[in-house]
T-cell receptor, first 115, second 116 residues
């Protein structure tokens, strides 16, 4: 597509529920990144994929968070047993290759609110 | 680990005036990139400008320019002829070119308001 698409734009859920957030990167971009942005803060790295594999998942806060990219394109961030502290905007970005010199194109994010 | 500090949570400027946003960072790396991103209320992060650490010449993009002081680990953004559309949150970010890590480290942001 022309840009990075994220769905849903907004998600409200109850504590303890399971949620999935989807990211559709720019066509042909092999690298895909997830960041989490809490209110009033800068984005924090969660995980990045090179193709289908997670090349670096060091930013995932705990084992309730998991992400997949089975065909090397669309990615899904999965959060189990949601907690109020998971409330944030989840940003996805993609780049042609995972090089620091490459510019990341970001999506508009998915705002998750856990009640 | 790298850190990025933006010490100005909020700033305002009159339309057509010039404003400078500050950013400092801490790293032991020599090869890296620095970025300024803009985040309007639409939430989408938009790249404003980037600087390669090994280049001494300051990057410029139209009305946007940086003052990169590598020894001082300072990377400020200057916006000239400010426009209402420049109102947004601005984030300074760092990425190392060493090793396999490919994550951006962001500062906490500066909310810029351009006043008519």
């Amino acid at each position: 597509g022309a840009g990075v698409s994220q769905t849903p734009s907004n998600k409200v859920t109850e504590k303890g529920k399971y949620v999935e957030l989807r990211c559709d990167p720019i066509s042909g971009h092999t690298a895909l990144y997830w960041y989490r942005q809490s209110l009033g803060q800068g984005p924090e790295f969660l995980i990045y994929f090179q193709g289908t594999g997670a090349a670096d998942d060091s930013g995932l806060p705990n084992d309730r968070f998991f992400a997949v990219r089975p065909e090397g394109s669309v990615s899904t961030l999965k959060i189990q047993r949601t907690e109020r502290g998971d409330s944030a905007v989840y940003l996805c970005a993609s780049s042609l290759i995972p090089s620091g010199a490459n510019v990341l194109t970001f999506g508009a994010g998915s705002r998750l609110t856990v009640l | 680990a790298q850190t990025v500090t933006q010490s100005q949570p909020e700033m305002s400027v009159q339309e057509a005036e010039t404003v400078t946003l500050s950013c400092t960072y801490d790293t032991s790396e020599n090869n890296y990139y620095l970025f300024w991103y803009k985040q309007p209320p639409s939430r989408q992060m938009i790249l404003v400008i980037r600087q390669e650490a090994y280049k001494q010449q300051n990057a410029t993009e139209n009305r946007f320019s940086v003052n990169f002081q590598k020894a001082a680990k300072s990377f400020s953004l200057k916006i000239s002829d400010s426009q209402l559309g420049d109102t947004a949150m601005y984030f300074c970010a760092f990425i190392s070119l060493s090793g396999s890590a490919r994550q951006l480290t962001f500062g906490s942001g500066t909310q810029l308001t351009v006043l008519p």
